[in-house]
């Protein structure tokens, strides 16, 4: 039972550089989200995809890109990264995503620093 | 728009006390789910209990339950018979019909003193 599986653990980058992050599960879930949690202010949505084939913003998602390869996994992009971006990134899946009674199960997250 | 709010940053409870984690949203849509998550210090995120709109009952999870206050749309989580492993941060969460997201508070950082 892996869940959600979320690549790297931990990623040190340097201002301008790029990098993507790794998002897999095995619930076939149809609706898989990127968040970032800071201090303070929760966890706030990056990107969603309710279904293979499709990606929305979120609250956050200047700065992103994001690629839903299939129903298993879904990519974060960080084109030119920048310290802002420092965060702890979380990939989470859900359900049906007109189930509103559905929780979300989370990777264990990805601590970024950009320096 | 959706909003959650929790308002207290942190919170001491002396082990095997009771505690409640105040959370208050706001929707428009008169169907949404009402969540509560658990990050302990290692980082991952614990789905803890769940509260349906339309749930008559509130919701009980083994130690935790859900006291719901629908028309003071307030979801707060009260834990029984505190334990030393319950301190962690504490997320309240709600999803509607109207976007699939699913929305956070800032959090509460539940501390459990021996």
């Known amino acids: 039972n892996a869940g959600v599986t979320q690549t790297p653990k931990f990623q040190v980058l340097k201002t301008g550089q790029s990098m993507t992050l790794q998002c897999a599960q095995d619930?076939?879930?149809?609706?898989m989200y990127w968040y970032r949690q800071d201090p303070g202010m929760g966890l706030r949505l990056i990107y969603y995809s309710a279904s293979e084939g499709t990606t929305d913003k979120g609250e956050v998602p200047n700065g992103y890109n994001v690629s839903r390869l299939n129903k298993r996994e879904f990519s974060l992009r960080l084109e030119s990264a920048a310290p802002s971006q420092t965060s702890v990134y979380f990939c989470?899946?859900?359900?049906?995503?007109?189930?509103?009674?559905?929780?979300?199960?989370f990777g264990n997250g990805t601590r970024l620093t950009v320096t | 728009a959706q909003k959650i709010t929790q308002t207290q940053p942190g919170m001491f409870v002396q082990e095997k006390e009771a505690v409640t984690l105040d959370c208050t949203y706001d929707t428009s849509d008169p169907s949404y789910g009402l969540f509560w998550y658990k990050q302990p210090s290692s980082g991952e995120m614990i789905f803890l209990i769940y509260?349906?709109?339309?749930?008559?009952q509130n919701a009980t999870e083994g130690r935790y339950s859900l006291n719901f206050q629908k028309a003071r749309k307030s979801a707060n989580l009260v834990i029984s018979a505190s334990q030393l492993g319950d301190s962690a941060m504490y997320f309240c969460?709600?999803?509607?019909?109207?976007?699939?997201?699913?929305?956070f508070g800032a959090g509460t950082r539940l501390f459990v003193k021996a």
């Open positions: 619930m076939n879930h149809n609706s």
């Open positions: 969460a709600m999803r509607d019909t109207g976007g699939f997201k699913t929305i």
């Open positions: 509260q349906g709109s339309y749930d008559q």
């Open positions: 989470a899946s859900g359900g049906t995503p007109w189930n509103y009674n559905s929780p979300l199960h």
